[in-house]
Structures are given as structure tokens and as C-alpha cells.
């Protein structure tokens, strides 16, 4: 069974560029979390859809992330203008299941500097 | 409101050592308690989980045991490894759907 894809794994950017991340779930699975992971701390959940309608995204700073899920399927997050301390990791889950004992399989995740 | 503590790091350990990784949790309602690992250079994953007071969640060797009366979830483990070497996050799911996870604790352990 193929794992959560991301990409990039890596990028860098100047402040005020915008920048998107790609994700890939695991095939059959309705639900999928964005994370963003500053260095030192825990993940932070972002956004949560559960097919393709937001359940959550009541931590995402909407005036510059952006984030869609259109088929269901593989997601984008953006964030547009970037600020020096959206350098982070961006963590893309998913499960099978909406509820909050289920599962979430991680993928690699993708490692954003702004410089 | 929800959050976890878990106790800071690094940890450093010789093989064969006892573990505990303490953590405690504030939350509303009656949440799911997990703890994930993520070793050297892989991505996170569930390493164990229980959705219930009282409830004992087991794998690898690694225990943890719901307390809701301490609001705890320590890992523990008898005898650690080498392998064991990795950064260990407790996480608290709640009714919402929403997730929230500690700083991590770094763990190493030296043969």
C-alpha cells in the first residue's frame, strides 16, 4: 500500500513569495490534515476535510494559507505573501475515518524556509 | 480549552535502560489519547493509542495507560534499545475533531 505522498520536500523562498504544497493520501481514505511543524514543537493542525468539504480550519491563517481538496483526492495548501515564520515543516495526514480515534498515516512532509 | 505536556527533552538512556515519557492533557469531553514516533530521517506514525479511561495501549514494548483522574498518558517501556532512538509525540484527539500534539521528547539511547 503506497504511503501519503508529498512535494516538494524541500523549498526556499524569499518573504512576501508564494508557495504551494502538494499531497497525495492514501488511496480510499476521505480524510486529510494539514499540519505545519515549527522547529521544536509539535505539529499544529491547520486544516482537516473530510472528502472534499472542510470539517476544520479553524487554526489557518486565512488572510495568506489557502487550502482546497476539489475531487476528494490529493489536496494543495498555499500561502500567499509568505512572512519569515511560516519557515516550517508542512505535514499532509490522512485516515480512513473522521473520527478522533482513528489512525492519521504521515507523509514525508515538505520543509519551507523563508528567507 | 485542549493541550497536551509531555516532559521536555533530550532524553539519553543506556540500552536496557527503564523508560518513562510523562505526559498530561487538558481537554473538553472524553478524548483519544495517542502517542507517535517519528525515527531518524521517516515520517510520524502512530505508535500507540487509547480511547477510553483506563484503557492500556501496547506495541513494540511501549505502554500507556488513560488516567483520568492524573489526566495522564506516560510511556513507559522495560528495556529500550538502540532502535529506539527517535523523537516520541503524545497527541490528544478530541469529540471536535480536532488534534492537538506535545513538543515532542527526544529520545537516544546508547549501547
Known amino acids: 500500500e503506497a504511503g501519503v505522498a508529498q512535494s516538494p520536500r524541500y523549498k526556499i523562498i524569499e518573504k512576501r513569495q508564494s508557495v504551494a504544497f502538494w499531497c497525495n493520501p492514501i488511496?480510499?481514505?476521505?480524510?486529510l490534515y494539514w499540519y505545519q511543524q515549527i522547529l521544536g514543537q509539535g505539529p499544529k493542525l491547520l486544516i482537516q476535510?473530510?472528502?472534499?468539504?472542510?470539517?476544520?480550519d479553524s487554526q489557518l491563517p486565512k488572510d495568506r494559507f489557502s487550502a482546497e481538496r476539489l475531487k476528494g483526492v490529493d489536496s494543495t495548501l498555499k500561502i500567499q505573501p509568505a512572512k519569515l515564520e511560516d519557515s516550517a515543516v508542512y505535514l499532509c495526514?490522512?485516515?480512513?475515518?473522521?473520527?478522533?480515534?482513528?489512525?492519521?498515516?504521515f507523509g514525508p512532509g515538505t520543509r519551507l524556509t523563508v528567507t | 480549552g485542549n493541550s497536551v505536556t509531555q516532559m521536555e527533552g533530550p532524553v539519553t538512556l543506556s540500552e536496557e535502560a527503564f523508560l518513562t515519557i510523562n505526559c498530561t492533557y487538558t481537554?473538553?469531553?472524553?478524548?483519544?489519547l495517542f502517542w507517535y514516533v517519528q525515527y531518524p530521517g521517516e515520517g510520524l506514525q502512530l505508535l500507540l493509542k487509547a480511547t477510553k479511561a483506563d484503557d492500556k495501549g501496547s506495541n513494540k514494548g511501549f505502554e500507556a495507560t488513560y488516567r483520568k483522574e492524573t489526566t495522564s498518558f506516560h510511556l513507559e517501556k522495560g528495556s529500550v534499545q538502540v532502535s529506539d532512538s527517535a523523537v516520541y509525540f503524545c497527541a490528544l484527539g478530541n469529540t471536535g475533531n480536532q488534534f492537538y500534539f506535545g513538543t515532542g521528547t527526544s529520545l537516544t539511547v546508547i549501547p
Open positions: 488511496s480510499g481514505h476521505a480524510t
Open positions: 481537554a473538553t469531553g472524553y478524548p483519544s
Open positions: 495526514a490522512s485516515s480512513s475515518g473522521l473520527a478522533a480515534t482513528y489512525e492519521q498515516y
Open positions: 476535510f473530510q472528502n472534499n468539504g472542510v470539517v476544520d
